[in-house]
């Protein structure tokens, strides 16, 4: 920590004499890893800045439309933005991924295929989603009608975390994802190191059981599972943030969703923790003040519990505002603040190692807007505090990799000093 603080030091004097302009790290092709409360990737702590653009495989099932996909890469890329999250699935429905149990459509596959070579060619790691909590991409919902379909006593969405055929159906998803080979680059995805983690699903709720004992299960066999096939990539599980019984205090409005952040995280085999910060939805009538003092709490507490008792990494993975009920401005003040507390605990080496904000589009996206898009060419206020946060991120992982070169170049000249002594000596 020490050696830490003399870099911000000479890092605060540099910026001070605007010897720094905007900085992008390198492409970067190994597999993200964890130590401690940080990732890691090739040997130096991982910070990042990111996006969610859940469309990306959806879209890239169209060929024609795949130009979409390139150029919203390229304008985050731009922006120093080297994670972006996004669905690896698609239940039933219009463009299924798998239209069946284990049925896949190849045309879809080979959308996902190139959204993750896209995706890797402007330097952007990727976490991918295996599930949705919500029927609109299929989720549990088709998951358990596909189940009942087959002739099993299903009583409610919520079966999707206990119903053995279910729980068979999901398994079969994971292993078919994870070993896809890539029409494209010919890696399989368990193998590719674009993909930074897997998300098990998409926001996990069990409104039937607040306990958050029936997640809890369903998250320790599905994650010990993904682990045996896949031992290169991070895994997370999806969740929102949401605390149980030790602490449901802190939930906005007496959130109670069948989940717990802190137990749930503490399965050995999630990497990482993740928090979504929504406080428009979770706090609708209330005051732009009272919203940011909320999220204020919200962020630090997830902070302080990822660092102190969980001593793991955390992500914010979904964070945003709608411009349907204010404005652009308030939009950004939201931003800066998720920003300026992820930046407050990287910059001293602390649990925060990014945030996703919701949603990335490309131009010509129109039926994809839900009020929290961001289009970069379009939001010029947006994008700048986008890409400041990029910058400020890749300026701390810098200084590490200076760091930890002075300390290679501290050891080899301990090493050329001892063998120049025992020459000496002879």
């Not at 989603?129 to 087959?150: F, I, M, P, T």
């Amino acid at each position: 920590m020490k050696q830490l603080g003399i870099a911000l030091f000479v890092l605060i004097l540099m910026q001070k004499h605007g010897i720094f302009r905007f900085l992008h790290v390198e492409a970067d092709d190994g597999f993200v890893k964890t130590r401690g409360v940080q990732l890691m990737l090739n040997g130096s702590p991982f910070y990042a800045n990111g996006f969610n653009a859940y469309w990306l495989m959806y879209t890239a099932t169209d060929p024609s439309e795949r130009y979409k996909v390139s150029s919203a890469f390229q304008e985050a890329s731009k922006r120093g933005l080297t994670i972006g999250r996004t669905w690896a699935f698609s239940d039933g429905g219009y463009r299924p991924l798998q239209s069946s149990p284990g049925s896949y459509n190849e045309q879809t596959f080979q959308g996902l295929d190139f959204a993750i070579s896209e995706a890797g060619k402007h330097g952007i790691k990727l976490v991918l989603s295996l599930v949705d909590n919500y029927e609109n991409y299929g989720g549990k919902k088709q998951y358990v009608e596909w189940a009942r379909s087959q002739g099993q006593s299903i009583t409610s969405e919520d079966d999707f975390f206990t119903n053995s055929l279910v729980k068979g159906f999901f398994k079969n998803h994971i292993k078919t994802v994870l070993t896809r080979r890539n029409s494209l680059s010919g890696i399989a995805y368990k193998d590719d190191p674009t993909i930074m983690a897997w998300e098990l699903m998409n926001e996990p709720r069990c409104n039937s059981d607040p306990s958050g004992k029936t997640i809890q299960a369903w998250i320790t066999e599905m994650a010990s599972y993904l682990k045996s096939i896949d031992g290169n990539h991070l895994l997370e599980a999806g969740l929102e943030g949401f605390y149980g019984e030790s602490k449901r205090s802190s939930n906005p409005n007496g959130y109670q969703e069948g989940s717990d952040f802190i137990t749930n995280n503490q399965i050995p085999d999630i990497d990482f923790a993740t928090v979504h910060s929504y406080p428009d939805q979770w706090i609708t009538g209330s005051s732009e003040e009272t919203q940011l003092s909320f999220l204020n709490s919200w962020l630090n507490d997830h902070i302080q519990d990822a660092q102190n008792v969980l001593r793991k990494p955390v992500l914010f993975a979904e964070f945003g505002k709608s411009t349907k009920s204010s404005g652009i401005d308030e939009r950004d003040r939201l931003f800066n603040t998720v920003y300026s507390k992820i930046y407050s605990s990287a910059s001293g080496g602390g649990a925060a190692v990014g945030g996703l904000f919701w949603q990335l589009l490309a131009e010509g996206m129109d039926n994809f807007r839900d009020g929290y898009e961001v289009i970069l060419s379009e939001n010029s206020s947006t994008a700048s505090l986008i890409t400041q946060e990029s910058q400020k991120l890749v300026r701390i992982r810098k200084m590490y990799v200076r760091l930890r070169n002075i300390e290679r170049w501290k050891r080899a000249r301990g090493i050329r000093r001892g063998d120049t002594d025992k020459n000496h000596g002879n």
